[in-house]
Each structure stands twice: as C-alpha cells, then as structure tokens.
C-alpha cells in the first residue's frame, strides 16, 4: 500500500512538473505558436497521396485525397513539400517554388504541381558550388559559365534536367542574388540551392537569425524533393557562432530530427543526393581532431552521426566551399564529391586553387545508377588532365606531370614512352605549376591571400630520353579513356 501511495505521490509530482516545465518552456519562447494549417497537394489529375509535407521541424503525409492537417512548430517559418517523384513545383525565374511562407492568420497553404512532361528516371544533373559573386563586374565571365551549360543542354535533348549550387551564391553582397538569379535563368534549367557560409546574415546574436536573407530569396535551407528514382536532400551545416566570418561545419538537432522523418518515408537500399556546403570531411581516413578555427570550418564536425543515419542507403554527398576538386570514397556506399569551385580563385584566374579549371560536376542518371565527369567550361567534356612536359616548371625538373582533376581511387593512370608501356604513374601531393605561375604576382590579384593550394591528384613518371614521345593514358571509374602525348 505504501509503495502504491508512493508511486502515485511520484506521478502526481511529474505530472506537477511536466506542467511548470512546459509553461517555463512557453515563456522561453522566441515568438508566437502558430495556428493549426491545412491544405492540399493537387495535380491536374487531383488530389496527390502520400507526399511529405513538412515545416522543416515536423513531416506528415497527404492523405488519399491530397489533403493535410498539422500545426506547425512556433518557430516554422516555411509550409513545404518534398516534390514527389514525376512532378514538377511551380517555378519562378528557374527558381523551384516547392514552399510557402507562413503568414500570420493564414490557414490554408495549397500546393498545385503539374506532370513533369519528360522521363525522370533518366536525368542529368549540374551540380556547381561557390560563384561567390562580389561585384558586378564577375558576372561577365559568369555568362560564359551559363553560356557553357546552355550548349551542354542541347546535347542531352531526351534527359530530364536540373541544376544545384552548392552555397556561396555571393560573396556577403546580397543585393546581387537578383543579378545571380537572372543570369542563370537563362539556361533554362531549374535550380535548387542552398546557403554557404557567405550567404549567411551577420550580426544576429544566434545561428537562428543568420539564415534569414538566404531564406527571403531562396526559402527554407534545408529540404528535400525526389526525381525518378532517386531522393534529393538539401541540408545547412553553416552554423554561424556569433562573430564575423566566424562559423563552423555542423548539423543542428533540429535538421536531424527533420531529416529522420524524412527518411523513414525513403526504402532502404534508395540512391540519395545529400548535399551541403562545408565538406563532411576531407580525407577517407579519420584524422585526429584538433580544435582550430580551419579544422571547424573546413569539415562537418559531427558528421558521423550523418553518416550512421545514411548506413541503409547508397549516397552521393555534394559539398563545395573549399574551391578546388576532390573526391572521397567514405565507404562502399558514401561517396563524396567535393565540387571545385564555379568562381575558380575568386574571378581572378582560370582555374582554382588545385588547378582544376573553372567548371561543373555533371552527373549522368539511369534509373538508380549515376556516373559523372567534370565538366571545364569552354573546353569538351573529354578534357579532363593536363600535362606538363619535363623541364618546363621550376619544382619538377626532368618529370612529366599530369593533373588529373576529377580522379579517385578507382581511376587508372599510366604512361608510355616511345610507344613503350611504363607501367603506372607516381601519384603524389604537391603544386599545380600553372595555379603558381597564375596566382604568385600579388599586385595583379584583387585578394592578396589567394594562392595555390597542395593537391594530391598530381602524378609524374621520369623518362629515360630528353626527346622521347611521352603518352599518358588516364581511364576512369566508368570505362572512359583520356588521352594527352607530349612529343619533344
């Protein structure tokens, strides 16, 4: 009898306390709770069943006939949807217009898709990172990158295509995003983005308040949508730390209870595109950690707990930010493509900091199989190294070198001289001869601190003749053949 009084005396005060905890909680609040929403998901058919609509803190499901009902979280600022595969969200300038900003008395956010005309189950996507505009004047040689994807686009006339830019939309100008948003236009290739770190609004006292002009042009940062056979998610690991340029590589609470439920509606065994800005990390192997502002800066400090969520399934990761190309294979099933910056060094050369030229990532999708290749803006598709005879750069002497951009470790790099096979060429780190040669005069760079960066996708072979015919033959992961001969 004495344990039962006990165990109710016990209940009685928890439920005492749930109730000071939540009215505690409520005179934290950083704004008012919303109303209960409700609205549907339509086509020209009707009613669209079992689409996730979400206010990025919360996910429910459209009903049979298209319908839904939840009360958004106090802090939603977005009623959206995660496009269901074989339809398109309205878009304005190339601009997916997938949400809905929430207004105050507004109860009903309806969202009409129309049928995607073309198969999206064979699409190509263009996956660009950092234009980092800074001034006007970058959008003169930022129309030759446009200028590049709308030729690339008449070469694939049966695919379904679609673009994503990684972060770093502008360099902390915000009045160019209409520039930006304009010029890509013209490719006529729906565009989702997402926030880099010189997106973010400075000045606020949390990393809530940062995201806030991103969100008036561009609406929520994190969010998803499915094509064809494959889940798109977009996620915002800049978490600004209260100063100045000062931000970390890092995924909220909230993002990864939001991204939990947005999986659970995506089978085990799917293709995912993840995408983010700050890499999730820059080697294969696990580093020791040391505490610096580039260490937190350059990587996604807790991204194990990403990768453990993404275990059941096959993901490609889209990172950018460090303005030059690399790969890292994290697992069998994990692959992440470091994409090299759209902007080079800034707009102040042709290449970035590794040497890879100003350029794209285009990814070819067949059903749940991907295959890709770097795409240098101006050139063909099939320019993807670039050779150094020896004796024409100060550090590598009587070696012939080869950059070799897009490479990963399942690509093959060998070399014959005189026709005669050599066997494989030394991969090494070290400086692109033509990046130093670029960026070593100062004066004539508008940044001072730009300059080239250590690589590890270089590889040299030394001949045994000053006058011999050198042929480097690189194949990559998918069976495609590139060619580059030096003869002396």
């Excluded at 209409?178 to 000045?203: C, K, M, S, T, V």
């Excluded at 064809?228 to 995924?251: A, T």
């Excluded at 990587?299 to 303005?323: C, D, R, W």
């Amino acid at each position: 009898m004495y344990y039962n009084r006990l165990i109710a005396r016990r209940s009685t005060l928890s439920a005492l306390l749930g109730a000071l905890l939540l009215l505690f909680s409520s005179c934290l609040s950083t704004g008012d709770a919303h109303a209960a929403v409700e609205g549907k998901v339509t086509s020209d058919e009707g009613g669209l069943p079992n689409v996730v609509v979400t206010d990025g803190y919360q996910c429910v499901i459209t009903g049979s006939d298209g319908s839904y009902r939840f009360t958004p979280h106090q802090d939603a600022r977005f009623i959206y949807i995660s496009t269901p595969a074989g339809y398109l969200p309205a878009e304005e300038m190339q601009v997916p217009l997938f949400y809905i900003p929430i207004e105050k008395g507004r109860e009903c956010y309806d969202f009409a898709l129309r049928k995607n005309p073309l198969d999206d189950t064979r699409q190509l996507l263009l996956v660009t990172a950092d234009p980092q505009f800074h001034k006007k004047e970058t959008f003169l040689r930022y129309a030759g990158v446009v200028d590049d994807m709308l030729q690339l686009k008449e070469s694939y006339p049966d695919r379904d295509i679609l673009g994503i830019d990684c972060g770093d939309l502008v360099g902390d100008k915000p009045e160019l995003y209409p520039l930006y948003i304009e010029q890509l236009g013209r490719a006529g290739i729906p565009f989702y983005r997402l926030p880099g770190n010189h997106d973010l609004q400075y000045g606020g006292r949390s990393t809530e308040t940062s995201m806030k002009r991103y969100e008036k042009n561009f609406g929520p940062d994190h969010y998803s949508f499915n094509r064809g056979k494959i889940h798109y998610v977009v996620l915002n690991n800049v978490f600004y730390v209260g100063r100045d340029y000062f931000y970390m590589g890092y995924i909220d609470e909230k993002t990864f209870v939001w991204l939990e439920q947005d999986l659970a509606q995506v089978p085990e065994g799917s293709t995912l595109m993840l995408l983010m800005h700050i890499p999730a990390r820059l080697d294969e192997e696990v580093k020791p950690f040391q505490y610096n502002s580039r260490t937190i800066s350059a990587q996604t400090i807790n991204i194990a707990s990403l990768f453990e969520m993404l275990k059941p399934y096959k993901v490609h990761l889209f990172t950018g930010h460090m303005h030059y190309n690399r790969n890292i294979i994290h697992s069998e099933n994990l692959y992440e493509h470091n994409t090299g910056a759209v902007s080079g060094a800034w707009w102040q050369g042709d290449y970035c900091l590794d040497g890879t030229p100003v350029g794209y990532g285009v990814y070819e999708i067949d059903g749940s199989e991907v295959s890709w290749y770097f795409k240098s803006v101006g050139r063909e598709r099939d320019h993807q190294m670039r050779v150094y005879a020896p004796n024409t750069t100060s550090g590598y002497g009587n070696d012939v070198v080869a950059n070799i951009w897009n490479w990963d470790k399942n690509w093959q790099v060998e070399w014959q001289e005189d026709g005669v096979d050599m066997g494989t060429m030394t991969r090494f780190e070290g400086l692109d001869p033509e990046v130093e040669k670029a960026y070593s005069d100062k004066e004539k760079l508008e940044f001072s601190w730009i300059g080239p960066e250590l690589t590890d996708h270089l590889f040299r072979a030394t001949p045994m003749k000053h006058d011999s015919k050198i042929t480097i033959t690189a194949k990559d992961p998918f069976g495609n053949v590139y060619i580059e001969t030096i003869e002396r």
